[in-house]
C-alpha cells in the first residue's frame, strides 16, 4: 500500500526546491531504501530527537519554515486536540505536508483521519 500512495507523492514532492525533513528517534534513515524508490538524497535531511524539543515542536517549527515541502515526523504517542491544530496551522503557514510515522500496533488517536497511511518500521535501522 505505502508503494502505491507515499512514494509516487514523496517523489513527486522532490521535484519541488524545497527539502524533504525526516524526524526520528534513535533510527536512521535507511539510505538504500530512498535510493531504490528514487527519494532525492541531495535533498532529503534526517534529524535524530533532540531532548530540547519534542517531535511535534520540532516537526511545528520545520513546517513554519516553509523550507520543506513535506516533514516526516515518528511520533509514537497519540496526539492531543492542541498538538494537531499547532500542526495543522504550521503546515498551513509554511505550505507544507506534515505526515506522521508510527509502529505497527499503537493506538490511534479518535481524531486521527481514516486514510491515514501506516509506514513500516523496516525503514529505519
Do not use: C
Not at 534526517?46 to 511520533?75: C, F, P, Q
Not at 496551522?89 to 497511511?117: D, F, H
Amino acid at each position: 500500500m505505502m508503494q502505491m500512495m507515499l512514494l509516487p507523492l514523496l517523489q513527486q514532492l522532490s521535484q519541488q526546491s524545497r527539502w524533504q525533513l525526516w524526524l526520528t528517534p534513535a533510527h536512521k534513515l535507511n539510505r538504500t531504501w530512498m535510493q531504490e524508490s528514487g527519494l532525492p538524497l541531495d535533498k532529503s535531511m534526517h534529524i535524530a530527537d533532540s531532548e530540547r524539543l519534542n517531535a511535534v515542536e520540532a516537526m511545528v517549527k520545520a513546517l513554519r519554515t516553509g523550507n520543506y515541502s513535506v516533514v516526516l515526523a515518528w511520533i509514537p504517542y497519540d496526539l492531543d486536540q492542541d498538538e494537531r491544530r499547532q500542526l495543522e496551522n504550521a503546515a498551513a503557514e509554511g505550505e507544507a505536508l506534515g505526515l506522521i510515522l508510527r509502529a505497527s500496533g499503537t493506538s490511534e488517536a479518535p481524531l486521527r483521519p481514516q486514510s491515514s497511511i501506516k509506514i513500516q518500521s523496516d525503514l529505519f535501522h
